[in-house]
């Protein structure tokens, strides 16, 4: 090697650790922000569940049954409707909403 290429060889000597380092950081940053999506998408998801299940038990058994099944689910009965063979429901979990609706018999 020359005297000019071992001197640059030490200038660029240790680069890549502020390099990693950003990269990590980056890492970092970018899953904290998707923390809160995959919570909403879950609770989203349960409230569907959860409102589809209160909404079966409330064609089957009324109400109360809704409301039971809504809350063994994780989930809030926030209404509950009834018109001729058909029942609607609304339930919540966290910040998610979720309806449904079912037939009777």
Same mark, same amino acid.
């Given at each position: 090697m020359t005297r000019r290429s071992r001197s640059a060889v030490r200038r660029e000597a240790g680069q890549a650790t502020p390099l990693v380092l950003v990269v990590i950081a980056l890492a970092v940053v970018v899953a904290l922000a998707l923390v809160?999506?995959?919570r909403g998408a879950a609770q989203r998801a349960q409230a569907r569940t959860a409102? =589809?299940?209160a909404a079966l038990a409330g064609?089957? *058994?009324g109400e =109360?049954? $809704? &409301? *039971? @099944? $809504?809350e063994?689910?994780? $989930?809030?009965?926030? *209404?509950?409707?009834?018109?001729?063979p =058909? @029942?609607?429901v609304e339930v919540t979990v966290g *910040?998610? &909403?979720a309806t449904a609706?079912? &037939?009777r018999g």
């Open positions: 809160p999506l995959a409102a =589809d299940a064609a089957a *058994e =109360d049954a $809704a &409301r *039971e @099944v $809504a063994a689910n994780g $989930a809030t009965l926030q *209404e509950w409707h009834a018109s001729g =058909d @029942v609607w *910040e998610a &909403r609706k079912a &037939r």
